[in-house]
RNA sequence: GCUCGAGUGGUGGAAUUGGUAGACACGUUGGACUUAAAAUCCAAUGAGCAGUAAUGUUCGUGCGGGUUCAAGUCCCGCCUCGAGUACCA
């Protein structure tokens, strides 16, 4: 019989399928986690570099399932967003429509690979009855305040009770901030707009208006974590700041949170230092200047209170929030010039002009709080209106972006450094100098003056230590079509949330879903799209009275909405009364390996961490850190191909002809490769009309191109399609051979060619069993010989499994193959364990071996091989000898023997002898069964 | 700039607590089978030098030092590449 793998595949995901295989429920075994982070049905269709996680976790969840764990492995897809609504809109369909045909198109890809997801349990985050719970999690944020006493959110009712009781007593520094004071018996007789503005201060889903990204190709508004180099992550399209109204989450109350239970779990650690950095915790101090003549304040934040005595000037951002008090009337129209000419600036700008300094003197000055001396107050878009206080203390001497400021306009710059030259550049090391010309600091190193500055700011109560996060609040609104609707009406203007029991609020059906240029949401363009009060049902637009029909809020959730809890839905797909019974969260708990890209690491990342800690806060869930174990697959890079042209003209050249001119190098599409690096030019001429024209440049007769590595994509050209493989080697092979590619959480590059190796490996594993097409297996007792190999391979398969290094479990599975191969062992006492042992990696073809040698039932549940330690004990080591360290030759030795008679044996050998040539070593070691190293 | 990670044959990559560097595979070369090709099997394969050969010998894990009987692995100083981040005061 020949593999025939084509046929077996098909075989065996039927069977599957119609025995519901995979399908698991809470047991009495002990449960494993194996979780993939779900794709979005992008429309382009899987690459080969899709699957490496899914591989990866499909081995571990059958691994797993082997050694007697109920495995909860599930799939779904992230179908709300952005790419599945571009793509939509790139092929002017309904996302709806597109979004079901990628999701069919994708399970069709998916299941050729052989992967044992539970189906059963999938989920598609634009499906209502999934959603339902992803608004459901917005009440409850809507509904809740972060309690700074208790250190975590709440019920927003017991604020409300708090005020009731107490007035602002409790939250008295925090309402300050804001600019509230009350009584018990004020708040009471406050009016319902009152009330809603001062608790949309501590709601953790909160509408606020304020400067965002805003991207005007996309139609919408972007959270940072989406936007990469100053334009779009998605599509790379400009941002530029813009000021609406959106809601957001408050995130940052979690940011020590977040930051401390980074500790908790076993994640990759350049990940955690990611999301280290993101989160960017600083300690410092926030310090009061009064304004001249003036009843205001600016308050800075300063890591380097230490340097006060340097400060010569404050600079305030363009968006500080009491501009206009600080202004002085004379500077009045350049000042809004400037700020004018800032606010249009893009992104991508901003970030291009950053050693570029700007900015405008304000006409007011601030008091320096120990010298009392004058100090200008500037205004100037280095300084970001939503970091700090918006405003910082200028001290060119300590800061390279003060010192280029100061140098630029002309200000003074004052050196508080003994002995150190700031002539060209600020000093703004902390170790290595004392404070000079700074009063009761005089002769203080870093360490000492800040303990003194301290004490000494807090006694003056002109400031205050303080943690200041980088971490900002997650803007949660979209004006996008495709997302979940933010289930919130306007009453009188003021936003009330859609009661639970009346949840999903659907995606009303519009004629037009397309982004707007000016922000407008699609959703507005539906006739239906009011809430009908009284009947709780959305009713018609035209209906608006503003007594019992109002409107309903037009922006929809973010892509990551769906996608921060998914992993519990998966534990209760199917519950309409709750999110997850108590039941099944106590059984699945929580996830035990997290398979996912690291480019996640500052946005689903994070904020499912930050859902996680919330609904953990709340009751909802019993964890607050819900995967302990994540890996980072790495990416498959894909070939490119480019030819250059000449620039400006369309004369190819090849690449022995390029340093002559200027070129420009043209990306093409890898099917036009014949050979290594050689383009059929006929291909491209027939593709692209522009070759036509074109003059070629031959070397030696044959158009050559240059390669590069890249992330496989398909906007790249340079995507090998799985199915392809699996067409032509099968999919067992295509699974092992991305496994044998290299370690998995590492990039490496895709090369078809290595894969024939990996099928001829199958293909002589399946030959042990078969003599001239027909099964010849024997069951007397197998030689010692076949036992140590076998017994070899399960102890270093296992270890390697545990170890997520299945490169080398491929490797020792070759090992094993081609030992046997030369024992020539057909019998099954060898093989039946090995077929259990290779069945996580190559599933298809481990089942009909399986059912090959007379078993009737899937291996599915086979218990997994042990290794017995008796197999592999070695009487003799072959000792390497080394003469000061460089290895001569080898002895083989009993191991029974001790160091002494070693060394014995070792000198009186012949070759030792030779090499020593009648020279006494000076020390001989002796590591009992590693080495022998002769000193001479 | 800052943070993190990585540099091993022609290629992807192996190498336990420091203990025979290059497992396994690809590629290449030679051979067997075949009318031929594919497939399969066998052998060689880090580089250099000497030898018909068995073999011997030198150099070899980015570079320069160091520790050690012994360093790809540990320490110090550099270089290069990759990823993340970017006016965060």
Not at 866 to 887: A, C, H, Q, R, W
Request: aromatic share 14%; with cysteine; proline share 4%.
């Amino acid at each position: 019989m020949k593999y025939n793998f084509l046929e077996i595949e098909k075989k065996w995901q039927k069977y599957w399928r119609d025995n519901k295989t995979f399908k698991v429920g809470i047991s009495k075994k002990p449960k494993f986690y194996v979780l993939d982070m779900f794709p979005y049905p992008s429309g382009a269709g899987l690459h080969v570099g899709h699957p490496l996680g899914y591989i990866a976790s499909d081995i571990v969840s059958r691994y797993k399932r082997h050694k007697g764990f109920n495995v909860l492995h599930p799939q779904g897809y992230d179908s709300f967003g952005l790419p599945a609504e571009q793509y939509a809109i790139k092929t002017g369909q309904h996302p709806k429509k597109t979004t079901q045909e990628n999701i069919e198109m994708y399970r069709i890809q998916l299941d050729r690979i052989g992967f044992s997801f539970d189906w059963s349990r999938e989920i598609r985050t634009s499906d209502p009855e999934y959603y339902k719970w992803t608004q459901w999690i917005f009440i409850k944020m809507f509904n809740s305040y972060y309690c700074h006493i208790d250190n975590k959110a709440k019920e927003i009712n017991e604020l409300i009770k708090s005020f009731e009781k107490n007035g602002d007593k409790q939250y008295k520094d925090y309402l300050d901030n804001l600019g509230y004071s009350f009584s018990r018996n004020e708040w009471k007789n406050f009016n319902e707009k009152i009330k809603s503005d001062i608790l949309m201060d501590f709601r953790l889903a909160y509408i606020t208006e304020g400067e965002v990204n805003w991207c005007e190709e996309l139609g919408t508004v972007l959270a940072n974590d989406e936007i990469v180099n100053g334009v779009s992550e998605r599509g790379g399209y400009p941002v530029s700041k813009k000021r609406v109204k959106h809601w957001c989450l408050r995130i940052s109350k979690y940011s020590d949170r977040l930051l401390e239970d980074l500790n908790k779990i076993d994640w990759p650690e350049p990940l955690k230092e990611m999301q280290r950095n993101w989160i960017g915790k600083s300690k410092g101090v926030s310090l009061t200047f009064e304004v001249e003549n003036s009843k205001n304040k600016i308050e800075v934040f300063t890591t380097r209170p230490d340097t006060i005595f340097g400060v010569s000037f404050l600079t305030v951002a363009p968006e500080y929030s009491d501009l206009n008090e600080i202004i002085n009337a004379d500077n009045r129209v350049s000042i809004e010039n400037y700020i004018k000419k800032v606010s249009i600036k893009s992104e991508r700008d901003r970030l291009a002009d950053v050693k570029i300094m700007s900015g405008v003197f304000s006409g007011s000055y601030a008091i320096h709080p120990f010298s009392g001396k004058k100090i200008p107050i500037w205004i100037s878009d280095y300084v970001l209106g939503s970091y700090g206080t918006g405003a910082v203390m200028g001290v060119p001497a300590g800061d390279q972006r003060d010192f280029e400021f100061a140098k630029k306009f002309n200000l003074e710059i004052p050196n508080i450094f003994e002995k150190i030259n700031i002539t060209e550049s600020a000093f703004s090391d902390k170790t290595g100098f004392k404070l000079i010309n700074s009063e009761f600091l005089d002769g203080y190193d870093f360490n000492s003056a800040l303990n003194k500055i301290i004490t000494k700011i807090e006694e003056n109560k002109i400031g205050k230590s303080k943690i200041q996060y980088k971490l900002r609040d997650a803007i949660f609104s979209r004006q996008r079509y495709w997302g979940e609707p933010i289930p919130i009406y306007y009453k009188n203007d003021l936003p009330v949330h859609i009661d639970e029991k009346y949840l999903p609020l659907r995606l009303p059906k519009v004629d037009n879903f397309l982004p707007t240029k000016n922000g407008d949401s699609p959703l507005g363009n539906s006739e239906k799209w009011a809430w009908d009060e009284k009947n709780k049902k959305v009713t018609t637009n035209n209906k608006i009275d503003n007594q019992s029909i109002f409107p309903i809020e037009l922006n929809t959730m973010p892509g990551w909405a769906g996608s921060s809890w998914y992993f519990y839905r998966y534990m209760d797909p199917n519950n309409h009364k709750n999110i997850i019974s108590e039941k099944s969260q106590s059984y699945w708990s929580d996830v035990d390996m997290y398979f996912g890209g690291s480019e996640h690491a500052t946005g689903h990342l994070l904020y499912s961490r930050f859902y996680q800690k919330f609904l953990f806060d709340l009751g909802i869930l019993n964890r607050d850190e819900y995967a302990k174990k994540l890996i980072n697959q790495g990416m498959i890079l894909g070939n490119s191909a480019f030819i250059y042209r000449k620039k400006g003209t369309s004369e190819y050249l090849s690449k022995n002809l390029i340093d002559k001119v200027k070129v420009e190098k043209i990306r093409i599409d890898i099917k036009y490769l014949i050979g290594e690096n050689e383009v059929d030019i006929d291909l491209l001429k027939y593709d692209d009309k522009d070759f036509n024209k074109s003059v070629f440049h031959f070397d030696n007769g044959k158009f050559q191109c240059i390669r590069e590595l890249e992330k496989m994509s398909k906007s790249k050209f340079n995507v090998v399609n799985p199915d392809e493989i699996c067409d032509y080697y099968g999919a067992d092979t295509l699974r092992m051979y991305e496994m044998f590619l290299g370690p998995i959480e590492q990039s490496k590059p895709w090369d078809t060619r290595g894969i024939s190796g990996v099928h001829s490996f199958l293909k002589k594993f399946w030959n042990l069993f078969f003599t001239e097409g027909k099964l010849n297996i024997v069951e007397d007792e197998p030689s010692s010989e076949s036992l140590k190999s076998l017994h070899k391979t399960i102890k270093k398969v296992t270890e390697d499994i545990e170890k997520l290094s299945l490169n080398t479990c491929i490797s020792s599975f070759m090992i094993c193959i081609n030992e046997l191969s030369s024992l020539k062992c057909n019998n099954i006492n060898i093989l039946s364990p090995l077929i259990i042992l290779i069945s996580p990696f190559a599933p298809h073809f481990a089942e009909e071996l399986w059912f090959q040698i007379g078993n009737k039932k899937s291996i599915i549940d086979e218990a997994y091989p042990m290794y017995d330690n008796k197999y592999l004990i070695e009487s003799d080591k072959n000792y390497p000898v080394s003469f000061n360290g460089k290895t001569k030759f080898t002895i083989s030795l009993s191991l029974d023997l001790n160091v002494e008679d070693i060394k014995k044996a070792v000198l009186s050998n012949e070759k030792t002898i030779l090499i020593l040539n009648n020279k006494k070593p000076k020390k001989v070691i002796v590591v009992h069964g590693k080495i022998i190293n002769i000193v001479v």
